[in-house]
């Protein structure tokens, strides 16, 4: 069970070494960009949070941070030994109400509980105040990704001559296709159509089609069209790569 510690002064210029901190647990603990950039978020509010409101700002105390892994589970603890703190205290943030109306406090508290799977305030007299956050190792499962990379206009004409050999590889077995629309710059309903029979074919075997870096114009045709609740969207490769396979674990 690999296990790290830091001690840190809990002041504001400590934030970037507990992020570094935290990045290598995520490492290890092989979370995808997506998932790590959540823990990491999680854990700079905690910090900023003990940072902020723990101690007096002109004697500052220490944060005592760890992270090991627990089978499915990584689990990242801070302690400090501050004001204790009552989470039940703290009112849910309005995220719905129009930004003027809304009142300042909780979002930290608020972000935390939506990026972590669990979240818990222990407090003791002497040995201080304690956090722990517990992010979930979703089980890396190995499949085989056909990776397409297109290019261009995807119009009536461009999209029948791009996607013929994704529908092709489809049609020889592939189950799990990657499309990368990084250099793509025109897209038409006409493409969208023969996607949709790609994710048609795909689904009837079980299988997973994901497209990763759209542009800004080309992502907006999928927004318009209501689309974005359709396919599965990865702001990059690495991310989109890491995602297959996990719907089947």
């Not at 801070?78 to 995220?95: A, C, E, K």
């Not at 048609?200 to 999928?222: A, H, I, T």
């Not at 396919?231 to 690495?238: M, P």
Request: overall charge negative.
């Amino acid at each position: 069970m690999p296990m790290e510690s830091l001690t840190v002064l809990a002041t504001l210029k400590s934030l970037a070494q507990i992020s570094a901190f935290v990045n290598e647990a995520s490492q290890r603990a092989g979370l995808d960009d997506h998932t790590a950039w959540q823990v990491e978020l999680a854990v700079d509010e905690a910090a900023t949070n003990i940072i902020q409101h723990g101690y007096d700002p002109d004697h500052p105390g220490i944060i005592e941070l760890t992270w090991r892994i627990e089978d499915d589970r990584l689990v990242i603890t801070l302690r400090d030994y501050g004001r204790r703190f009552n989470p039940d205290d703290v009112p849910p943030p309005d995220v719905s109400s129009p930004l003027e109306e809304r009142q300042p406090g909780g979002l930290g508290l608020y972000l935390m509980n939506q990026l972590m799977d669990q979240v818990r305030f222990d407090f003791d007299d002497t040995d201080g105040n304690l956090l722990t956050m517990v992010k979930y190792i979703q089980p890396h499962v190995s499949v085989d990704v056909r990776e397409f990379c297109l290019s261009g206009r995807l119009d009536a004409v461009g999209a029948a001559l791009a996607l013929a050999p994704v529908h092709q590889a489809i049609a020889d077995g592939a189950a799990y296709v990657l499309i990368d629309f990084g250099n793509v710059t025109f897209l038409s309903s006409t493409a969208l159509r023969s996607l949709l029979l790609a994710r048609k074919d795909l689904l009837e075997r079980n299988g997973e089609l994901r497209l990763c870096n759209l542009r800004p114009q080309v992502r907006e045709v999928f927004e318009l069209t209501g689309f974005t609740q359709v396919f599965a969207i990865h702001s990059s490769r690495t991310e989109a790569l890491a995602a297959f396979g996990q719907e089947h674990v």
